[in-house]
């Protein structure tokens, strides 16, 4: 564990040359210009990277990237270098603590194998240790607010939960659940009911109180893959569920019944819904230096030209991927899915439509928006203050979408820089995108006297 202390007597080097562009919605028709999702952008320098391994402080003020065996920690809004540790071997795993003073480094490779938990005091130096835990998706988990933290366990062949109080360790509630497998648990964002859910290979998923009683189980079918992606929303009145089938079920906080099924098909005929899709800009044609035969594009994902987006007609056909049925782990299913920090959207992922990104009006609980890319989506985050997304295929550009449209940003700069990753700034107003070895920071620009288009977000129908 590394203390985090600002000495800028270590300020090695500074870099304040940034590459500034402004952004141009491409394609983007009648959609209503309340507010560009990217109204204006400046790019930071290339730093070096390792593992993907960069995350931001949670007050915003630092942020840590590894290379190799060595952390950084920069000041966020200059990127100039505070502090510089040296670790024994790589590292392949960082972690902020919650106050933004110390910064955990995970070497695996310098690990012993512990069939336990170890709890680590940082004010009083104790230790604590918890038996059992289990192995498995997402097994354990701690309240928003630090109090409680709920744990998975495996006993006499049986599936457990334990809950702990965090100011002493205490055992809390103990409790056996009516799983084959528990794959993962997860509490809601105010820290009253945890949700478990059962291995693909049944669906099940079951609701707890804080003190262990069974809220509510539900089951959409059987004998058939079932449950791969879970996602709470920020207010903790709806529970996402996303499963193999291709749909995702919305419960509701109140008697966690079903609310909405939201399908995923291969062709998109509401007329409500608007379709984007990515188009590469063709290049101004010189007359005098053509070429026969043309040249080959680079090996990749895509070579590196830039694109904007184009209203598809309706009904509109999406490109899908069929699925290996005979390999494990099959490409197909909602494999990612997240609520807007308003809760007025939810955007979801297909594993067997991978070039998509489907926004769901959450108010209404239909589909709103359909972003198809040239390539495969890798991530997509949602800025923590606004319903702006973020989204990377690999590619050399960063995607926005905010109510008011959406833009395809090229990332300036020499080489082939490949966004593999990203995460936001807590306060929304830059975008650390990362690459196999390099990171670079995207600071946005709001324009002045606009605020939120979400009163207009109706228009685009």
């Not at 198809?372 to 979408?401: H, K, M, N």
Request: charged share 20%; aromatic share 10%; hydrophobic share 40%.
């Amino acid at each position: 564990m590394l203390r985090v202390i600002p000495d800028f007597r270590l300020a090695a080097v500074r870099f304040p040359l940034f590459h500034h562009f402004r952004s141009r919605r491409g394609g983007c028709g009648g959609a209503p210009r309340a507010r560009d999702p990217a109204a204006a952008m400046n790019f930071s320098e290339v730093f070096k990277l390792s593992n993907l391994l960069c995350k931001f402080s949670p007050d915003g003020k630092y942020l840590a990237s590894c290379v190799q065996y060595r952390l950084v920690v920069r000041d966020a809004s200059t990127l100039q270098i505070l502090q510089l540790y040296t670790c024994l071997d790589q590292i392949q795993h960082i972690e902020w603590s919650a106050d933004s003073l110390f910064i955990l480094c995970a070497l695996y490779r310098r690990g012993l194998v512990q069939l336990r938990i170890t709890v680590w005091s940082l004010c009083t130096k104790s230790v604590s240790y918890i038996k059992y835990p289990k192995a498995c998706q997402q097994g354990i988990t701690f309240t928003r607010d630090g109090r409680y933290l709920a744990l998975a366990e495996r006993r006499d062949c049986r599936d457990h939960v334990s809950i702990f109080v965090c100011s002493d360790w205490q055992l809390l509630r103990h409790f056996e659940t009516d799983t084959q497998d528990l794959a993962g648990i997860e509490w809601a964002p105010n820290g009253c009911v945890l949700a478990a859910w059962d291995t693909c290979l049944e669906y099940k998923i079951l609701l707890y109180s804080l003190d262990g009683r069974l809220l509510s189980t539900y089951c959409a079918y059987e004998w058939s893959l079932g449950i791969k992606s879970v996602a709470w929303s920020p207010s903790s009145q709806f529970l996402a569920v996303g499963s193999y089938d291709g749909k995702v079920r919305v419960l509701n906080h109140v008697t966690w019944k079903l609310l909405a099924e939201l399908g995923h098909p291969a062709a998109v005929s509401s007329p409500s819904t608007v379709v984007y899709r990515e188009a590469e800009k063709s290049p101004p044609l010189a007359l005098g230096r053509l070429a026969f035969p043309p040249p080959r594009a680079p090996a990749g994902p895509r070579a590196t030209t830039e694109s904007k987006y184009e209203i598809a007609t309706v009904p509109a056909s999406l490109r899908t991927l069929k699925p290996t049925a005979d390999r494990a782990n099959p490409r197909m299913g909602i494999g990612a899915l997240a609520f807007s920090p308003d809760n007025y959207f939810l955007a979801t992922r297909s594993d067997s439509i991978p070039s998509a990104v489907w926004i769901w009006d959450v108010r209404k609980l239909r589909l709103f928006v359909v972003l198809e890319q040239l390539s495969a989506v890798r991530s997509f985050r949602w800025d923590p203050r606004q319903p702006r997304l973020a989204i990377c295929t690999g590619g050399s550009q960063v995607y926005l979408w905010s109510p008011a449209g959406c833009v395809s940003v090229q990332v300036p700069g020499e080489g082939d820089f490949q966004v593999l990753s990203l995460c936001w700034h807590p306060s929304g107003d830059s975008l650390a995108l990362l690459s196999k070895d390099h990171f670079c920071l995207c600071f946005l620009e709001a324009e002045e006297g606009v605020g939120t288009a979400l009163g207009q977000q109706d228009d685009h129908t």
